[in-house]
């Protein structure tokens, strides 16, 4: 089958940073299901594996959003059979859906209905890290009452700040503010239903001030922590929390938060199907829910362009976009 992936790590705009290969088809174990794919769509994710890639001489694939069509269940697998329409993110510890067919596990992964496929492909990790981070980290819940608190969500127009502001929308008494620094990426923000943005490179607790709002009580952390983080400190209500997705560079200051008792949790979407974890089937059943919010009209796919097919050609291309920052909503590729 066709695979696109990479042998060593290389600048995205040398031609051999992603390539082209014929690669056995996948082994389907038990739990398994194996999915012809559809579309996929590319994530930072992507990227820093991309760029931490040993040069050892084996052929990665890469790839965490994947939406497509089962063909084959293992032995063990129940509630999915062949032809069934399913998007997933899948497992950092297996290799990549970026090929015709793809193993994951069935635990993780949605049924996407009549959503399309590429539609559906734009999902899984986004929404997967926002819905963890909000409904489980942060400890709010949809249809429940937030006590009117605010929500910072730093890096707004991305795809998972796309998705969040969605699903934090589905709170009630939360306010919610985004941060993005172009005209652009702030409209999509107010489109997606944040109460207001504030540019993340400006002075963001005197602009939050301004617009009338209070210090935010939780901030969903999701681009560069390393600049962000010593402001967000300051900005941060008493007792409140603050989430990240994203790795730091270099240690940060926990000191700073001390003397507020405020807390730092992590958000990692893959935790679950890395440690196999009790509640790994909680992936698959938040998709599902996904799938009814937007069949319901409460929420939108955050697919923003099908850059074309899945080849090597356009995979470097949305690796490009992805590695200079400014890219808004997710990127997709349709079809081999």
């Not at 890639?53 to 063990?76: H, M, P, R």
């Amino acid at each position: 089958m066709k695979a696109i992936g990479t042998i060593r790590a290389l600048p995205i705009d040398d031609s051999n940073a992603l390539i082209e290969r014929d690669i056995a088809m996948p082994v389907v174990d038990a739990t398994d299901l194996l999915v012809r794919v559809e579309a996929i769509a590319v994530n930072p994710a992507d990227y820093r594996v991309r760029q931490r890639k040993a040069n050892d001489g084996v052929f990665a694939v890469l790839g965490w959003d994947i939406a497509g069509e089962v063909v084959e269940t293992g032995v063990s697998v129940t509630g999915f059979a062949p032809g069934d329409k399913v998007f997933y993110a899948g497992d950092l510890n297996r290799a990549g859906g970026n090929s015709e067919f793809h193993a994951v596990d069935a635990r993780i992964v949605g049924h996407r209905l009549r959503l399309s496929a590429s539609a559906a492909a734009a999902l899984p990790l986004t929404s997967l890290t926002a819905w963890e981070a909000l409904f489980e980290r942060l400890g709010l819940a949809p249809g429940a009452s937030a006590d009117g608190r605010t929500l910072l969500i730093v890096g707004g127009a991305g795809g998972v700040g796309s998705i969040a502001i969605q699903l934090a929308r589905l709170v009630p008494d939360l306010t919610v503010i985004a941060t993005a620094s172009r005209p652009e990426s702030r409209a999509w923000c107010e489109q997606l239903g944040a109460h207001a943005v504030v540019d993340h490179f400006g002075d963001m607790k005197a602009d939050i001030a301004a617009l009338g709002f209070a210090d935010p009580d939780l901030v969903l952390l999701l681009n560069d922590p390393d600049r962000h983080y010593p402001a967000l400190a300051e900005l941060l209500a008493p007792q409140g929390t603050i989430c990240s997705v994203v790795p730091f560079n270099q240690p940060p200051d926990l000191n700073l938060i001390m003397r507020k008792s405020a807390g730092f949790v992590w958000e990692f979407m893959f935790t679950r199907p890395m440690f196999h974890t009790k509640d790994m089937a909680k992936q698959g059943e938040i998709l599902n829910r996904i799938v009814a919010l937007i069949d319901d009209g409460q929420i939108v796919s955050t697919q923003k362009e099908i850059l074309g097919p899945i080849d090597a050609a356009t995979l470097r291309t949305a690796h490009a976009q992805l590695e200079q920052g400014h890219t808004i909503g997710k990127l997709v590729l349709a079809g081999f």
